[in-house]
Nanobody
Framework: QVQLVESGGASVQAGGSLRLSCAAS????????MGWFRQAPGKEREGVAG????????HYGDSVKGRFTVSRDNAKNTMYLQMNSLKAEDTAIYYC????????????????????WGQGTQVTVSS
């Protein structure tokens, strides 16, 4: 059974940091593109970061470039999102997602590219 489980969400002050984790089970992530997305109330799901199967290539949404870093440890079947210099506008539910690399990926930051999703973890940043 394929499963993605996010953890690490919390309430923090603006300027603080958090590290999110996405643990996969039921499949091995080393042949999967993976991504982080977020959705704030009343807004569409937004691509935050994407990472290639080997971790060699990463992509970021404009709003998080320079502040967030995506990484993966394929040996631990886990992806991470280090979030620094958090802002109130980063408040959202954060989701991780995965898609097999045998799919043709056009945009790793587009939610429609992914077929496996976690349940999300809440990040709240207070100013």
């Amino acid at each position: 059974q394929v499963q993605l489980v996010e953890s690490g969400g919390a309430s923090v002050q603006a300027g603080g940091s958090l590290r999110l984790s996405c643990a996969a089970s039921g499949f091995t992530i080393d042949s999967y593109y993976m991504g982080w997305f977020r959705q704030a109330p009343g807004k569409e799901r937004e691509g935050v970061a994407g990472i290639s199967p080997s971790g060699e290539y990463t992509h970021y949404g404009d709003s998080v470039k320079g502040r967030f870093t995506v990484s993966r440890d394929n040996a631990k079947n886990t992806m991470y999102l280090q979030m620094n210099s958090l802002k109130a506008e980063d408040t959202a539910i954060y989701y991780c997602a995965a898609v097999n690399s045998d799919h043709l990926i056009y945009n790793v930051l587009r939610p429609g590219e992914y077929n496996y999703w976690g349940q999300g973890t809440q990040v709240t940043v207070s100013s």
